[in-house]
């Protein structure tokens, strides 16, 4: 009796395992089968960093990204419903489940992946230290200690200035950082570089780029945790867009190179 009390245990105890089993594989596919099914992909953006993505005069979504993540809803046969939300929230706003994914040039870190899963880098970039071109900030090395540098809240770029001595100012976008910058009120400005000569060119500003690089970052798009299924297809996507010179033609639209490695 006892034996057949423990083999029917056991035969218990399997069919929990497997019942757990699908519904963990089940979670994998959830958003792709749901996006799918609405015909729909809903992306978070922040719509505050050209050339990435920003609102144009006519108050409509444009640049790097949106342009990427048209191409991807294209391919996927889907349409696109874009929610634009602030930096410092949109994570938040994934993880809430108010998007499917964020395509909003979010750089790949391990404290980042504790909470969330990201695709393959769609492009590669680095962080830039900008100044007045008549700044005392000549040398990153030694020259940052003790200065004001703005970063924007809630982006890799506040540990840069603090591993360089400097002291972090925070700003809801890089634009309003170069604009205490040119206006003497903090001494540097940390940012992407495309992102940084972008603010320079459009508004004819008397900044400069100091030295190379800080370090190199790679971008990826941003799913919830457990949608490997999704993830599968975004990199196929992006995979075939740079194969076929349909990355090159956004990418050269916008920088006038390719960003892809």
């Not at 958003?31 to 953006?45: C, M, P, Q, W």
Request: with cysteine.
């Amino acid at each position: 009796m006892m034996k057949k009390y423990f083999w029917v245990s056991m035969l218990i105890f399997v069919a929990i395992l497997s019942a757990c089993g699908s519904s963990d594989n089940s979670k994998a596919n959830d958003s792709l089968e749901k996006i799918k099914k609405d015909g729909v992909i809903k992306v978070g953006i922040e719509g505050a960093y050209p050339p990435f993505n920003f609102y144009n005069s006519k108050n409509e979504l444009e640049g790097f990204d949106v342009d990427i993540t048209n191409e991807i809803a294209k391919r996927m046969g889907v349409n696109v419903e874009f929610v634009a939300t602030p930096w410092d929230s949109i994570i938040g706003g994934l993880l809430s489940n108010k998007y499917e994914i964020i395509i909003s040039s979010m750089a790949i870190t391990e404290d980042r992946k504790k909470k969330v899963d990201f695709t393959e880098p769609y492009y590669y970039t680095g962080a830039q230290l900008f100044t007045k071109s008549d700044s005392a900030i000549k040398n990153v090395k030694t020259d940052v200690k003790g200065k004001k540098i703005g970063v924007v809240t809630g982006t890799t770029f506040t540990d840069e200035v603090i591993r360089l001595g400097g002291e972090p100012v925070l700003y809801k976008s890089d634009l309003l950082s170069f604009q205490d910058l040119v206006n003497g009120r903090i001494d540097g400005s940390i940012t992407d570089k495309a992102v940084g000569g972008n603010i320079i060119v459009e508004n004819g500003y008397d900044v400069i780029s100091v030295g190379d690089v800080l370090y190199d970052e790679t971008a990826g798009i941003t799913v919830n945790k457990n949608q490997k299924d999704l993830v599968n297809e975004i990199d196929k996507h992006i995979k075939d867009m740079v194969k076929d010179g349909t990355y090159d033609e956004i990418s050269e639209k916008w920088f006038g190179r390719s960003i892809f490695k």
